[in-house]
Structures are given as structure tokens and as C-alpha cells.
């Protein structure tokens, strides 16, 4: 016989114990214990106590709230699975619950035996994912501590040899700065995507549930959005997942400046074309050339990761119906690109860490992002041998300057 699985509802409503209670009973094989506190504090007793498999969370309780429970029990290590229970749909609390930390959302009052099931089901999943990330996490620190050790003692060793090994003993100590590196590296690796993996995963989880819900044609519309909300949050995961291969392939070395000859122009608006439909509402590229030519001979797909990259950033950093203003230009043996924005700006404090691996300005946390997309266009343009500049204003807009000399070699 399958492990009951211990479900802790905490809601301040006996009413609603009872219904949840009920719901429970009819779920096929009734492999649950439900336990009900209504208490804000006793409940975080009882979560530090370890002892539930899943917890359902009302939105009201009395003078706190369901969102304000759920993240002070992840900041004292709670890693169980939260859903956050409410009494109406709500995109921005829902989006909120995500945030914070929350695996699932239901509307109380519509909830049927098999939503519950499947909810508590997928929510215990993904916990179990995270807390294998974090375990590898843990794992990966613990086999580099034990090698920067063995290396520390190889250097030890060296140091009562003869002078002759002076050179041997310099690439130890270069072996061991470069794995502090990567561990450094990977372990924030873990760290953001773990985070940031986790936003549009709970995003694409709530809509499916959601989803279900609307059956008639005249719940089109809401479908509809959630399905536009799922691809989104997939095309989140793609861009993700396409900086952590940028970027672990140039660490590696195995991006090269390969030259070739091409029109600029039409690079450009080729990319002004591909990136219009991802766009916030009212958002425009506004591209123009200057120069008496259009042909350039550089390493293309650079140039157009430069500018996706670039867009990309505009955009994000921008609010709706804000323009881009996106400039080429060719003069002599220097190809200039130029993309200006109207967004959020830089806080000044923050621009002198613009380029570091993972770094994000204090003013988009609440933005979804990996802090490597700068990281990696300042690598790009230091492979063709060109320069990279920036203007920042706060609540006024960026503008990114990049020069690129002409059959520039890395």
C-alpha cells in the first residue's frame, strides 16, 4: 500500500476545512491525512516541524495573508510545496504566489476532487526537482572544496622543491585561481537557474490548471491568454537556456570570428523584422542606416546575436508604447551600431558591474532575466576586436554604442 501523503490546510475559515476535507474524500484510493490549523503562527510551527508532504495555503488569515506565510517559511527553509488557495481568479496575485515562491494556485469553490489531486501531485514533483538541483549544488561544492585542497597541498609541495619547478608551480597556482573560477561559476549557475528556471515553470504549471477550467466556447478568450501566458514562459526558458550556452561556449573558446562579406542593412532589418512580434504592446524599432555602403565584412551571426541581444535588453527594460531607436552605420574601415531606448535606466551606482557574469542592477529584480545577456555582447565585440560604450540615465533610457573595425581577426 502506497505512503499516505500528509496535506496541512491553513485557513481560518472551519467551512472551508470541511469542503476541503470533503473534496479529499473523493479523490480516488483517498491516499491523503489532511491536518487544519487556522492559526498564522501555529502554522509556522508546524512547518518547521517537517512533518506535512504538501501545504495548502489560504489567501486570507485574519491579520496576515496566505502570501506573507509562504515567504517567511521558504526564508526559513521550508522546502515543501506550497498551493495558494483563494476565493477569486486573480492573474496578479497568482503571478505574485509564483514569485514568492508558490507552486500552484486554485480558485477555492471551483476546486474538484481530480484538480486537487493533480495539483498536489505536480506541486510535490517539482519540489522534488528543486531540492535535487540544490542537492547537486551541494555535491558540486564539496568535490571542488576537496580538489582546491589537494591542489593547496601540490602547491605546499612545490614550494620545498628545487627552483627549476618555479614555472610548474605557476600553472598550479593558475590550475587552482581557474577552479576557484568555475566553481564560483557554477555555483551561481545553480543558483539563478534554479530561480529563474522556476518563474515560468510554475507559470506554464497555473495556466495548464487553469486552462482545464474553460470548456465552452465563450471561454475562448480566457484560454486563449493562458495559452499565450505558457508560450512566453516557454520562449523565458528558451532565452535562458540559449545565455547559459553562450556562455559556457565562450568560456570554453569555441567561439571564433570568422569574417565574411555581407549587407549590414539588410542584417539589420531582417532582425528588426524578427523581433517586432516580441514586442510589448505599443513598442516600435524605429531602424535607419547611414553611410554610402551597406556591405561590411565581419563575422555575421556576432553581429546579429549583438543585436538580438541589444533589442532584446530595450525592450525589456522599456514600458509599453515606448520607442527603440536602432542606428548603422558604415564609416571607412569602422562599422558603428547604435541602439537607444527610453526604458528604466541604469542606477549610476550599478553601471561599474554592467558586464560581470550575473550581475543585475538594483532597479529590475522584479524583471525576469539572467544578468549574462551584457556579459556576453561585451565578449562578442572583444572577439572582433572592437569597443563597447553606454549612456544611462535613470527613468530617462540607455543607449549602447558599439564599434567594430573593419576585417577585424581574434
Given at each position: 500500500?502506497?505512503?499516505?501523503?500528509?496535506v496541512?490546510?491553513?485557513d481560518?475559515?472551519?467551512?472551508?476545512?470541511?469542503?476541503?476535507?470533503?473534496?479529499?474524500?473523493?479523490i480516488?484510493?483517498?491516499?491523503?491525512?489532511?491536518?487544519?490549523?487556522?492559526?498564522?503562527?501555529?502554522?509556522?510551527?508546524?512547518?518547521?516541524?517537517?512533518?506535512?508532504?504538501?501545504?495548502?495555503?489560504?489567501?486570507?488569515?485574519?491579520?496576515?495573508?496566505?502570501?506573507?506565510?509562504?515567504t517567511?517559511?521558504?526564508?526559513e527553509?521550508?522546502?515543501?510545496?506550497?498551493?495558494?488557495?483563494?476565493?477569486?481568479s486573480?492573474?496578479?496575485?497568482?503571478?505574485?504566489?509564483?514569485?514568492?515562491?508558490?507552486?500552484?494556485?486554485l480558485?477555492k469553490?471551483?476546486?474538484?476532487?481530480?484538480?486537487?489531486?493533480?495539483?498536489?501531485?505536480?506541486?510535490?514533483?517539482h519540489?522534488?526537482?528543486l531540492?535535487?538541483?540544490?542537492?547537486?549544488?551541494?555535491e558540486?561544492?564539496?568535490?571542488?572544496?576537496?580538489?582546491?585542497?589537494?591542489?593547496?597541498?601540490?602547491?605546499?609541495?612545490?614550494?620545498?622543491?628545487?627552483?627549476?619547478?618555479?614555472?610548474?608551480?605557476?600553472?598550479?597556482?593558475?590550475?587552482?585561481?581557474?577552479?576557484?573560477?568555475?566553481?564560483?561559476?557554477?555555483?551561481?549557475?545553480?543558483?539563478?537557474?534554479?530561480?529563474?528556471?522556476?518563474?515560468?515553470?510554475s507559470?506554464?504549471?497555473?495556466?495548464?490548471?487553469?486552462?482545464?477550467?474553460?470548456?465552452?466556447?465563450?471561454?475562448?478568450?480566457?484560454?486563449?491568454?493562458?495559452?499565450?501566458?505558457?508560450?512566453s514562459?516557454?520562449?523565458?526558458?528558451?532565452?535562458?537556456?540559449?545565455?547559459?550556452?553562450?556562455?559556457?561556449?565562450?568560456?570554453?573558446?569555441?567561439?571564433?570570428?570568422?569574417?565574411?562579406?555581407?549587407?549590414?542593412?539588410?542584417?539589420?532589418?531582417?532582425?528588426?523584422?524578427?523581433?517586432?512580434?516580441?514586442?510589448?504592446?505599443?513598442?516600435?524599432?524605429?531602424?535607419?542606416?547611414?553611410?554610402?555602403s551597406?556591405?561590411?565584412?565581419?563575422?555575421k551571426?556576432?553581429?546579429?546575436?549583438?543585436?538580438?541581444?541589444?533589442?532584446?535588453?530595450?525592450?525589456?527594460?522599456?514600458?509599453?508604447?515606448?520607442?527603440?531607436?536602432?542606428?548603422?552605420?558604415?564609416t571607412?574601415?569602422?562599422?558603428?551600431i547604435?541602439?537607444?531606448?527610453?526604458?528604466?535606466?541604469?542606477?549610476?551606482?550599478?553601471?561599474?558591474?554592467?558586464?560581470?557574469?550575473?550581475?543585475?542592477?538594483?532597479?529590475?529584480?522584479?524583471?525576469?532575466?539572467?544578468?549574462?545577456?551584457?556579459?556576453?555582447?561585451?565578449?562578442?565585440?572583444?572577439?572582433?576586436?572592437?569597443?563597447?560604450?553606454?549612456?544611462?540615465?535613470?527613468d530617462?533610457?540607455?543607449?549602447?554604442?558599439?564599434?567594430?573595425?573593419?576585417?577585424?581577426?581574434s
Open positions: 500500500m502506497a505512503e499516505k501523503i500528509r496541512l490546510l491553513i481560518d475559515d472551519e467551512d472551508d476545512f470541511i469542503i476541503t476535507r470533503e473534496i479529499i474524500n473523493d480516488p484510493g483517498r491516499n491523503y491525512l489532511l491536518d487544519w490549523t487556522s492559526s498564522f503562527n501555529e502554522a509556522l510551527s508546524l512547518i518547521r516541524q517537517q512533518q506535512h508532504d504538501v501545504y495548502l495555503v489560504d489567501y486570507r488569515l485574519g491579520a496576515h495573508d496566505g502570501l506573507e506565510l509562504i517567511q517559511a521558504i526564508e527553509g521550508s522546502t515543501a510545496p506550497f498551493i495558494l488557495l483563494t476565493g477569486q486573480d492573474r496578479e496575485t497568482d503571478e505574485k504566489a509564483m514569485r514568492i515562491g508558490a507552486l500552484d494556485y480558485v469553490g471551483t476546486i474538484n476532487p481530480f484538480e486537487l489531486e493533480r495539483s498536489i501531485r505536480y506541486s510535490i514533483e519540489a522534488k526537482s531540492a535535487e538541483i540544490q542537492k547537486l549544488n551541494t558540486l561544492e564539496q568535490r571542488v572544496e576537496l580538489r582546491t585542497q589537494e591542489l593547496a597541498e601540490a602547491i605546499r609541495k612545490l614550494e620545498h622543491t628545487n627552483r627549476s619547478l618555479y614555472e610548474a608551480e605557476q600553472e598550479v597556482r593558475k590550475a587552482l585561481k581557474k577552479e576557484k573560477e568555475l566553481h564560483e561559476l557554477k555555483s551561481r549557475f545553480v543558483t539563478i537557474a534554479s530561480h529563474e528556471f522556476r518563474t515560468p515553470l507559470t506554464v504549471l497555473s495556466s495548464v490548471s487553469l486552462i482545464s477550467k474553460y470548456t465552452t466556447t465563450e471561454d475562448d478568450e480566457k484560454r486563449q491568454k493562458h495559452v499565450d501566458r505558457i508560450k514562459a516557454v520562449n523565458n526558458l528558451t532565452n535562458i537556456l540559449n545565455d547559459f550556452l553562450s556562455i559556457s561556449r565562450i568560456e570554453e573558446g569555441k567561439i571564433y570570428n570568422v569574417p565574411a562579406t555581407f549587407n549590414l542593412q539588410n542584417l539589420a532589418t531582417e532582425v528588426t523584422d524578427e523581433l517586432q512580434g516580441f514586442l510589448k504592446k505599443g513598442q516600435k524599432i524605429h531602424y535607419s542606416h547611414a553611410g554610402d551597406s556591405t561590411v565584412h565581419l563575422d551571426q556576432l553581429i546579429k546575436n549583438i543585436m538580438i541581444n541589444l533589442l532584446s535588453n530595450a525592450s525589456k527594460y522599456s514600458g509599453e508604447g515606448k520607442a527603440i531607436h536602432f542606428n548603422t552605420e558604415i571607412g574601415s569602422t562599422t558603428s547604435v541602439i537607444r531606448d527610453e526604458g528604466i535606466g541604469i542606477p549610476e551606482a550599478d553601471q561599474a558591474h554592467l558586464f560581470t557574469p550575473f550581475f543585475r542592477a538594483q532597479n529590475v529584480t522584479n524583471i525576469q532575466g539572467t544578468g549574462l545577456g551584457l556579459n556576453i555582447v561585451k565578449k562578442y565585440v572583444d572577439i572582433m576586436n572592437g569597443s563597447l560604450q553606454y549612456e544611462s540615465k535613470l530617462e533610457g540607455t543607449t549602447f554604442s558599439v564599434s567594430i573595425p573593419e576585417n577585424a581577426q
